[in-house]
């Protein structure tokens, strides 16, 4: 009897003590793992995606938005459709994107989530729900839209994803300002019960997301509008093949409106070729043409080694230059023209008469100070600026050539500038797009106005507007010229470079200018590449600069001058 | 100081209590701040979608249809013309 209760008290006391190990080691050794695997069962945790900001118009208007999009996903295994409803289907849904759920159900039968398409509208989305298909679903994805369409592609650029599949700014101000767009995004861990019901007696932490901010920019729609419907007809009247219009107030440097054709549009990137992807007007050169007399008449001016009424005597028949002949445009010349007449006529003898004068040592020093040969500085992803070649390397025929615009490149942004700063009384602008950024309705100014004074004198400044606005009283584009306004311009057709020598057929034709010429409220450069009617910057850019300027006079309420 | 002991535990018991209580009202309440929530976002996917259609029929490229469709003509302004002072119309009025 003894033996055998002693046998049930070692049993019970191995039993206790096994008890006692197995809670031990529940509840001291394996008890963080635990925790851990209860907590994760009832938490959830999520990422709240920070809203993407707006770029505004200056009227507060969106130029782009963002819009309800979904995610179109299959479950090859629960995935079921007849013939018909899969035909209904790729009316709805690219027949690519689907391909691999039809023609290769073997290779997706073990995944359990295939992506068919992205930025599925609401409308299709509703569709594709009507098809009553087993198996499909749709996930909430961020996209923008573009309600001025694809007018304004160039300036905004897109939204991609980057290499994390994370959305991402390209080009134009989603680029460069893509930190600001994004916004952080917020997380939230809630406990939730077996139905997915937050718990309110259970533990949340959450972090809000923080929006991105909205960018304001300066860019007037109206004005945009005008410029791209006016290019767009322009480009099919006169058979060019490329064009840019671009206008700024030069006292602030704010671009009203900048356009590029062909664009693209920036809600379907990717189905155009990635070479449109980047604005010509900041990240494409060109050789300037006989725009470019005006910057350095204004040069020669200011260093005062011509003035207006001062003639040229080396200006009655062509000139030879390091072996090479110049010519004026249309074989005709002006003997003892003063330097007005020069501009009128837009003179190449006697614009190189004008830049042998200033010497090529001041030209380089007045072309740095216009600014070019660097970065504007506009507030736009993907600028270049083409360098200027240093003083050692300039022949007498390359000073003889850039006096007349050729041989020298320019962005159309950097064009604008340059003038910007005649119109301007000398001053250099800035330019920039985007006026201030606002979060949480609080706004904050950016990119207040900076003016660089001293690049030429008021005196100087004066002269060549009053130079200009002759020649568009009186040069080849009057015919066009709207009237009873002050307009300051200058038209130029340059030969386009190809490999090593300029192609005898191809043209950049362009007009650059300002108005009123007396209280300038607007710069604008007009270039046309390529255009096949005349390649004559008289005949096609100017008028399209004087189209576009008289519905702006219009707009901006801006009258006839008295003194026309 | 018994008393101390018997107020302890009776303290603690309506805590206990009111927390069994506060905990059983509470549990359901999910119910009602997860309908809230839905109706919160449906809401503001409704707005979303309103905001969608404002933008895209108050812009220009929307107005230029519509003008095109309603075959309108552009307005086609007139400039007048300031007349120039006398003095700067005629310089030489004055002279004989």
Redesign the interface.
Known sequence: MTSRLRILKIVFTLGVVGIWLRLAWWQAVVASDLRLQAQLQRTTSLQLPASRGQIRARDG??LV????SYLVYADPQKFRADREAVLRLWELVPPASTSALFSQPTQVADLSWVPLAHQIS?QAKEKIEQLGLAGLGFEPEPAR?Y???T?SAHLVGFVGQDENGLPTGYFGLEGYYNRQLSGKPGRVTLEQ?ALN?????GSQNRILPQPGADLVTSVD??IQ?IAF?KLAAALERYGATAGTVTVMEPSTGKILAMVSLPGYDPGQYARFPSDLYKNPVISESYEPGSTFKVIVMAAALDAQVVQPDTRCDKCSGPRSVSGYTIRTWNDKYYPVSTMTEVIQHSDNIGMVWVGQKLGERRLLGYLKKFGFGQSTGVDLQEESAPELREQSQWRDIDLATASFGQGIAVTPLQMVRAVGVLANMGKLPTPHVVDQTVTSGRSRPVNQPKLRPGVISTAAAAQITQMMINSVNRGEAKWAK????LIAGKTGTAQIPVAGHYDQEKTIASFVGFAPADDPQFVMLVTLREPQTSPWGSETAAPLWFDIAKEI??YLKI??S??? | MKKVYLLIVVVNLVLGAAQLGLSHRRATDGLVVAEADRRRSQLELQNQRLLEEVYLKSALVYVQKQVNQGQLQPARPQFVNPALPVAVAHPTADRP
Do not use: H, V
């Open positions: 208007f969106p938005a963002n819009q309800e609401r839209m309600p001025e369409g007018t019960d019901r937050p718990i309110l007696i729609r109206t509008f419907t709207p009237e009873g306004f006079f219009r009258g006839p008295r003194f026309d």
